[in-house]
């Protein structure tokens, strides 16, 4: 198929970008890497009247640190993250996310907001930005704002990013001293979409666990944190009960709905799976 006709406005400068998005009287969006939306047009599954390009804008590049944490531009390719010392340095998972995600062609276009404000159910970056704890840095018409990822992700393909809103960079905070992370996930091929994913990370304090968050993708509309397994480690050493009881906690966190390729009951055991190999991982590391 064609897209349907379409206008097309560079963007070159943040304000720009919503003001030509402004004149369009909402009827454009925004083009970065165009590996979302690209396919969109082409599928008649969006059809604006103009296509806004912000990839050239410098208010959404770069990778900093400071005492905040690390701030990654929404412009940052994923093959970015997978190379950045600063990113290896303080938000290890998103490199060992990045490795699942696609293959290098795409990683190398593709960029890290966009994918985030795609908010597919089945990309690794959400999951992860979520059990990291990230705060999203929006600006649009009315000003700026900071929303926390237990509050970005909506519903499948659905964020809080308003109509006309730019997400500017991702923030990931500062992790405490000794904090372990971990991704990993289940697919049929290397690149394809993931049947399961997880990301945890854990606080160990004097041989148990203070703090940790686990969270899934590809087992619901948005990246699933796993509460009530959470709750059942916090305060425990993490030994194979431990493990076996948040494995078993996993039904009260995740209900995954049947599809043509896989049941949700198959789903929900793959999860477990998962689960007990990056615990058993993470307690290694704690030994």
């Keep these: 198929m064609k897209p349907s006709p379409f206008g097309y406005r560079l963007a070159e400068s943040l304000e720009h970008a919503l003001e030509l ?13 165009g590996h979302s939306v690209v396919p969109s047009l082409a599928l008649r599954l969006q059809a604006p009247a103009v296509l806004v390009d912000i990839s050239r804008l410098p208010e959404l590049s770069g990778i900093t640190y400071d005492d905040c944490g690390l701030r990654i531009g929404a412009l ?15 938000a290890p ?33 959400p999951a992860v930005v979520r059990c990291l704890g990230a705060v999203f840095d929006i600006v649009g018409p009315e000003g700026e704002r900071e929303v926390s990822a237990e509050d970005f992700f909506l519903d499948l393909y659905t964020t809080a990013i308003e109509p006309g809103e730019i997400l500017r960079s991702i923030l990931i905070p500062s992790a405490p001293l000794g904090t372990l992370t971990a991704f990993d996930e289940l697919a049929r ?12 990370r854990i606080v160990p304090r004097a041989g148990a666990i203070e703090d940790v968050g686990i969270c899934f993708h ?9 509460r009530a397994a959470e709750e059942l480690l916090r305060g425990r050493p993490l030994d194979r009960a431990a493990i076996r009881s948040a494995q078993e906690a996993l039904s009260l966190d995740l209900d995954p709905m049947d599809d043509p390729t896989l049941s949700g009951a198959t789903r929900l055991h793959l999860a477990r799976v998962l689960l007990g190999r990056i615990l058993a991982r993470l307690a290694e590391q704690m030994d």
Excluded: C, K, Q, Y
């Design 21 to 33: 998005h402004s004149e369009s009287a909402g009827d454009a969006i925004w083009l970065a890497g």
């Design 76 to 90: 940052t390719r994923h093959a970015e993250i997978l190379s950045h010392p600063l990113v290896a340095s303080h």
């Design 93 to 125: 998972m998103l490199v060992e996310a990045a490795r699942f995600v696609a293959h290098p062609a795409i990683r190398n276009r593709a960029t890290f907001g966009g994918n985030l404000a795609l908010a597919d159910p089945a990309s690794e970056f």
């Design 189 to 200: 091929r290397h690149g394809d979409f993931a049947m399961v994913g997880t990301a945890v």
């Design 218 to 226: 590809s087992v619901g509309a948005t990246p699933m944190r796993a």
